[in-house]
């Protein structure tokens, strides 16, 4: 869906269309009902007269509750910029769709959005009892980051002992996405892997799983580190070898068991690249899953 004048004209019902002509005919039968309900709320919008995206921007803060949560699922599938001002106002003033406005401002990737989930996050980390709610949507909004200064609060909420577990895990998963991940020369670097490394170790269930993750991510070749050894991985081996032979619980998070993700990031380790078939995919079809356990 591109972004600029052509979903800034159209009318909500085209938009909609468009994204169900794009999918897939499998993805169209499997999506078939929650699009049937999300061309009734289009139309209950036409009916408010709230008919194209700057209508609905503008509206709202003032829709009832149902058709707010679909106006924030709507600018983020759209990735309608114009939203960037009334986002920022929702996530401040309507505590029960911060997350929603936090995952949309991210897909929006404003730098002014960007700045203020540096600032909250910066305001958070330097008290005494950081707000957990508030860093998990921090984390939301900086998934995809566009700065060093973006990457910096990720590592720095994923490396804190003071925060739970699940937040650390949840920045860990966010850390995917930074490009100072890429380059071993970096302190960066360094921090994630040894804050990764502690973390496969550490009693919490989440953070072993994104640490994991994260030393996968960090071990993974790519152009910019293609010839270099992955030596330095070499401590972590033996307990994720150990976790891979005895560790069968789900992960939680709809993931799969602890063994397959330890199994993925010895395999990145020794060859510096994910298996052919990566936990992902071992694991498709299989309903057992780690229900997540928090917010």
Do not use: Y
Not at 99 to 117: M, T, Y
């Amino acid at each position: 869906m591109k972004r600029g004048g052509n979903t800034l004209n159209r009318t909500l019902i085209h938009l909609h269309d468009a994204l169900v002509a794009s999918r897939s005919e499998d993805s169209r039968r499997s999506c078939a009902k929650m699009d049937r309900a999300h061309a009734a709320k289009v139309r209950a919008l036409a009916a408010r007269g709230i008919t194209t995206m700057p209508a609905l921007v503008d509206a709202l803060p003032d829709l009832p509750s149902a058709f707010r949560d679909f106006g924030v699922w709507w600018i983020s599938v759209n990735r309608f910029r114009g939203a960037e001002g009334v986002l920022l106002q929702l996530l401040h003033d309507d505590h029960k769709r911060r997350p929603a406005c936090a995952a949309a401002l991210s897909s929006i990737g404003g730098r002014k959005s960007e700045r203020e989930f540096i600032r909250i996050a910066r305001f958070q980390l330097a008290t005494e009892s950081p707000d957990s709610e508030w860093l998990d949507a921090v984390i939301q909004g900086l998934r995809f980051p566009n700065s060093p200064g973006a990457e910096e609060i990720l590592l720095s909420i994923f490396e804190s002992n003071v925060l739970p577990g699940w937040l650390r895990g949840n920045a860990g998963d966010a850390m995917s996405s930074c490009s100072q991940l890429n380059d071993r020369r970096t302190k960066f670097f360094r921090r994630a892997l040894r804050s990764a490394a502690d973390g496969i170790v550490n009693d919490d269930i989440d953070l072993q799983f994104w640490s994991i993750f994260v030393i996968a991510t960090l071990a993974q070749k790519d152009s910019s580190n293609s010839g270099r050894s992955n030596a330095c991985f070499a401590s972590v081996l033996p307990p994720l070898r150990e976790i891979a032979a005895t560790d069968h619980r789900l992960a939680p998070g709809f993931w799969w068991p602890m063994s397959a993700e330890a199994d993925d990031a010895i395999c990145v380790i020794e060859t510096g690249s994910w298996p052919d078939l990566d936990a992902g995919d071992r694991w498709h079809g299989n309903p057992a899953r780690g229900e997540m356990r928090h917010i």
